[in-house]
């Protein structure tokens, strides 16, 4: 295709070489060139972003991965946009795999949205339209003044399934607590399986401060104001781990959307070696495998871990070669046509369930 006819350009916001991967493979399967521009930290760790060619009238898809360094990222992000906007340009979206703080999207405590934050700082920087996979809350969708077209893995996370994992009829889909049995159904009901629930947790687990179970204390405060008395709140207690549902010499896969923090996993993994399960995958759109997760997850119970490359994870793939990677570029380009041409994207939602 001749980019200069295509109406459109593809850029690139990442200024490692390994984040830019996706974006070759995305602008491959266009039949466009990645479109010229240098992404640099200067030596005060100030991100410049220069721009090589017109872009003046031109719609503009960026690309951005998130590598570890997730601030630097979302600064390069935010300087292309701003620098396209100020170039000119007609319309900026924003491909996003990964939409970085999305865990951070509801109030705890004294914290705060970052989530809302940051989708209103690409608002400003003059982003119109977001594509992005599998956001953690789709609520998410509402902190936007624009578009935003949340894209599924799913279909290529179950085509491994049915074309990798031999005897897959004799597997199991497991949610590895409640709040995703949800996303669990929806695969075992496309796959014809069983589905199994982890309930509970490991006793004194890093999240019992998180979650305010601690909180209010179970003493009454009597410095108040008088004649006020509030009713006395129960901590939350969560029981010990248990499965809900027979594993027994069946194949688990657990389906999540996101692998960071692999210590949940992990104990989901030995609980069901326990019950008997004979092998153990764990399926999810974003691998982040933060810190020690590769050495983890090889010291683990688990013989698989399958995640896309909507998170640049090759160096972890080095350290543990349990880490398999499923290619989602085909949608994201699809997704990119689609938007461009003014074509329906309902095609890329078929079979696609609200839970999913």
Known sequence: MNVAKSGYRVFSANSSAACTELAKKITERLGVELGKSVVFQESNRETRVDVKESVRGQTIFIIQTIPRDVNTAIMELLVMAYALKTSCAKNIIGVIPYFPYSKQCKMRKRGSIVCKLLASMLAKAGLTHIITMDLH???????????????????????????????????????????????????????????????????CAESDMADGRHSPPCVRNTTGHTGLELPLMMAKEKPPITVVGDVGGRIAIIVDDIIDDVGDFVAAAEILKERGAYKIYIMATHGLLSADAPRLIDESAIDEVVVTNTVPHEVQKLQCPKIKTVDVSMILAEAIRRIHNGESMAYLFRNITVDD
């Open 137 to 203: 809350q789709k609520e998410i969708q509402g902190f936007f003044s624009f578009p935003v077209d949340n894209l599924r893995a799913s279909p290529f996370l179950i085509q491994y399934i049915q074309e990798e994992i031999p005897n897959y009829r004799n597997a199991i889909i497991v949610a590895k607590s409640p709040a995703a049995a949800k996303r669990a159904q929806s695969y075992a009901e496309r796959l014809r399986l069983g589905l199994a629930v982890i309930h509970g947790e490991a006793q």
